[in-house]
């Protein structure tokens, strides 16, 4: 991974955690990628999610082949890597129902990220969309990614959750940095109410300063959009949750036009050793 | 090995004032309270001439008194046999210091070594690790109505039925004198407990055939059964008072059984990054309650 050091496309890396599950979590990566695409960005987006994989359903896709061949001998990327859009859509799809590679451990990620290194430079972005939880390639990933996305809704146990994963990423690998998104937020109010508390506790607990990077609007046409398998901002691009994620699409876009000179200086993921 | 100290001594020294002078040596050492060939790697190896001394009398007086641990070189002539005598010696012993002499089965120094190295590797690659200690139930009695032989006989077939149970990485050690441990790397403490289980049963069922005795001793076993996790780092005096413990658990109720000690891992929550009872009502009520 050293030979990459240098990242010249400053492709950014992000990572969608929640905590807790059923957050919308899903949905939301890939309706941020979604966004970005239309916005002329190429995007990886990367079934994180090991052993519960949905992406290829929301995306009304049958994948061949997924994260887990890469571990095969000879399997590239390009053999795994499914267009979905023309021009630079792609996805990266896990394995479902198998317990055994519920966890990749060191070695399983080193070889899939070796293999993956040389791809992942095409990219403007490359988004992660991690399980629930606290598990191990949950922590690993999102400690590895230069950006990390907390999706929370107005929901207190989602807070904890979230506020559980903070902390533990905080406490045993030493991130600070998290960017939080409240989804199915009834109003603009609730969702503010939501980061500050979050914020709150972050500040009172951890003597830590999180982002808040907006809200997305409960929107009857997101439960629709799964439906018929179709991104939401491709299915009703005019309605709230769209455009909410649209402004939250504009905000990334900005914070990368912002660190592009120090992300060209550091590898699109971190090495990092742990379990 | 031994150097010799060639001092050759002008006058012959008769051999009854060599024995007299052992004697006071025996005396000498005792009084310092302790020797012995557990190789701490501190001691000293003591050499004498014993001048007109032959091999063959020197191998008389080694089997009449059971000094095994006394090694002899020629003071002049061909070296050979008793290099390789010497070189026997040394291998007894060296087997001697691992194993227990009645059970063949690793003894206490070579338990602790073992259980010691195991530990730290089920802390450095965070893996289980299991220990069971055995008791046998009621062993004096054995002894005291059946005899010391048949004592010896019983030690033998539990020894025997340890060796046939545990797996080939496993270590089965006798530890004390009706005492055995079981060292079982990878394995938790409901895997650990199922086989232990089958192995007292086998025990139980092993009826023990001594010299002289008409009827065929039956014998039970209780253990206590320690594990950790590999997640906090735990010294082998530790793990090993988990275990006696809980056999100590066993016997009081009612021996013939297993008893479990508390996983140490498990009772060791990491602070660092549990979430606090506080920090959940904040989130869920706000600053303001």
């Known amino acids: ?275 | 090995m031994p150097e010799n100290n060639h001092e050759h001594s002008p006058f012959p020294h008769p051999r009854r004032e060599i024995l007299d002078e052992i004697t006071r040596l025996r005396e000498a050492i005792q009084s310092k309270s302790r020797c012995s060939v557990n190789s701490s790697g501190e001691g000293l190896i003591i050499t004498r001439l014993c001048e007109g001394l032959t091999l063959a009398e020197w191998e008389e007086i080694l089997s009449e008194g059971q000094f095994h641990h006394w090694l002899a070189l020629p003071a002049s002539g061909d070296p050979t046999p008793h290099l390789a005598r010497i070189q026997r010696t040394l291998e007894e012993l060296a087997h001697q210091t691992r194993h227990d002499p009645l059970t063949g089965l690793g003894n206490r120094r070579a338990f602790e070594k073992h259980l010691k190295m195991e530990l730290e590797r089920a802390y450095r690659s965070a893996t289980t690790l299991s220990l069971a200690i055995l008791d046998l139930d009621n062993f004096k009695a054995i002894n005291d109505s059946k005899g010391h032989p048949c004592g010896d006989q019983v030690l033998k077939a539990v020894a025997g039925a340890l060796l046939g149970h545990k797996r080939l990485y496993d270590l089965a050690a006798r530890i004390g004198g009706e005492e055995f441990a079981l060292v079982m790397p990878g394995s938790g403490l409901v895997q650990a407990e199922t086989g232990l289980e089958r192995l007292l049963e086998q025990i139980r069922e092993r009826k023990v055939v001594c010299d002289g005795q008409a009827e065929p001793v039956a014998v039970t076993c209780s253990a206590g059964l320690a594990c950790t996790k590999g997640r906090v780092q735990l010294s082998v005096e530790r793990f090993v008072d988990l275990a006696d413990k809980a056999l100590y658990e066993a016997k009081a109720a009612g021996k013939d059984r297993i008893a479990r000690a508390p996983i140490p891992d498990l009772l060791e929550t990491p602070q660092a990054t549990l979430v606090h009872a506080q920090e959940k009502q904040f989130l869920f009520t706000g600053p303001d309650t």
Not at chain 1, 28 to 37: G, I, P, R, S, W
Not at chain 1, 79 to 96: H, R, T
Not at chain 1, 250 to 257: D, N, V
Request: proline residues 5%; charged residues 20%; neutral net charge.
């Open chain 1, 1 to 275: 991974m050293s030979h990459d050091s240098v990242n010249p496309s400053s492709t950014l890396s992000i990572s969608i955690l929640s905590g807790k599950g059923g957050v919308g979590k899903t949905n939301l990566a890939l309706n941020l990628a979604y966004a970005l695409y239309k916005a002329n960005h190429k995007m990886l987006v990367m079934d994180f999610d090991v052993g519960l994989a949905n992406v290829d359903v929301l995306l009304g896709v049958s994948p061949e082949k997924n994260l887990q061949d890469l571990l095969q001998p000879g399997v590239m990327p390009s053999d795994v890597v499914i267009p979905v859009e023309p021009g630079g859509f792609d996805f990266l799809p896990a394995a479902s129902g198998v317990p055994e590679l519920l966890e990749l451990d060191e070695d399983g990620r080193d070889q899939v990220f070796g293999k993956l290194n040389t791809v992942l430079g095409e990219y403007d972005y490359v988004l992660f969309d991690l399980g629930a939880g606290i598990g191990k390639t949950v922590l690993s990933l999102a400690s590895m990614t230069r950006m990390r996305l907390l999706v929370v809704t107005p929901e207190p146990t989602s807070l904890t959750d979230g506020y559980a994963v903070i902390k533990v990423l905080k406490n045993q690998l030493g991130i600070k940095d998290f960017l939080v998104v409240v989804n199915q937020a009834g109003n603009s109010k609730e969702a503010q109410t939501t980061f500050d508390r979050l914020h709150g506790a972050c500040k009172r607990f951890l003597d830590l300063d999180i982002g808040y990077l907006g809200a997305v609007h409960t929107d009857p046409n997101v439960p629709e959009a799964v439906r018929r398998q179709i991104p939401l901002i491709k299915y009703a691009p005019q309605c709230r949750a769209s455009q909410d994620i649209l402004s939250l699409a504009i905000k990334i876009g900005r914070h990368r036009a912002e660190l592009r000179t120090s992300l060209k200086a550091k590898s699109i993921l971190k090495k990092i050793t742990h379990g």
